[in-house]
């Protein structure tokens, strides 16, 4: 077997659960894309990551890369396209190369779907997909949150109550969990709107001025990786081990479901790596 463990993602889940493995002495390998193009990686401070108030999201995730990598886990910068179990072992598809593991662990975090235009440009500049991550940066000042997922409007609320002068809008009816201090827009045509940060969310062609944009979507699903994998909505359904609906094939992080944070995605990305370790060794031939 040319590797015990196969990470798909290099996130935070991804590289937590190699650190495991690898201090389970095994052989692992990681296969994400390139560090530029990691989200978290756009990140300004992160304030929520328990012993490391000072960190920017780039230079968190160079620390995690440089760990794992010190722990002698391979990182390969590419594409999964594809997981086929075997029953004794799994094929992974990544670009024109195929490699064999004993176990797989899925940390590919969420798609955040079709982006509206200017969002990539003012990622991190204003645009934030956390409502509890970023919330506190915009206090006493107007910002918008797009509503695209059944817990937006809670989400909302949140913002509203620890001091955010909120807009919401969002294609559909106004959300009945919505409180009824937050004015509400509808809207379908969207595009963000600034300078060096966001100043506007343009919605039908009318600029709604604001420091912060708020879109809350719901995940993509990533069971389209794995022929036959159980989904929990748009998330990998997974147990309190991490493991899959399919043996030896775990996941962690924002792909298994809320809230979508680090400590979280490093926590469940530490017990998969585990119990892929153990399930390798239980499963290892001779
Ligand atoms: C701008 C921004 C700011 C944030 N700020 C905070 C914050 O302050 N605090 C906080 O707790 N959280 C924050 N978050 C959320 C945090 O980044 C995520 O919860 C965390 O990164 C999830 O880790 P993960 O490993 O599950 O997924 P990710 O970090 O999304 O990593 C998944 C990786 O897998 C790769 N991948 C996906 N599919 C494949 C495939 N098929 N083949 C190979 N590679 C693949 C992706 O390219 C990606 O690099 C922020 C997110 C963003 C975007």
Do not use: W
């Amino acid at each position: 077997m040319a590797y015990d463990i196969i990470v798909v993602g290099n996130g935070p889940a991804g590289l937590s659960a190699a650190v495991q493995a690898k201090a389970r002495g095994k052989k692992v390998l990681v296969v994400g894309g390139a560090p530029s193009d990691i989200q978290l990686a756009k990140a300004g401070l992160v304030r929520n990551y328990l012993g490391m108030p000072d960190l920017s999201g780039a230079e968190m995730m160079e620390r995690f890369r440089s760990h794992a990598r010190e722990m002698g886990a391979e990182l390969r910068t590419g594409r999964v396209l594809g997981v086929m179990p075997l029953g004794e072992f799994f094929l992974v598809s990544i670009g024109s190369e195929v490699e064999e593991a004993g176990a797989v662990v899925l940390a590919t975090g969420v798609s955040y779907g079709a982006k509206l235009p200017g969002e990539e440009q003012f990622l991190g500049r204003g645009v934030s997909y956390c409502a509890t991550c970023d919330g506190m940066l915009y206090r006493n000042k107007d910002i918008v949150v797009v509503g695209r997922s059944a817990q937006a409007p809670e989400e909302a609320n949140y913002l509203q109550k620890i001091g955010c002068r909120v807009t919401y809008v969002s294609n559909g009816p106004r959300p009945a969990e919505l409180s009824g201090e937050i004015p509400y827009r509808t809207a379908a045509r969207l595009e963000v709107v600034g300078g060096q940060t966001v100043t506007a969310l343009k919605a039908d062609g009318e600029e709604i001025p604001c420091a912060g944009l708020f879109l809350l979507r719901a995940a993509a699903s990533p069971v389209d990786l794995v022929p036959g994998l159980a989904a929990d909505g748009p998330y990998v359904q997974v147990d309190r081990n991490m493991a899959t609906s399919i043996p030896g094939l775990f996941a962690a992080g924002d792909c298994v479901g809320q809230p979508l944070q680090i400590s979280k995605a490093v926590g469940e990305g530490m017990i998969a790596g585990h119990r892929a370790s153990e399930y390798v060794d239980q499963h290892k031939k001779g």
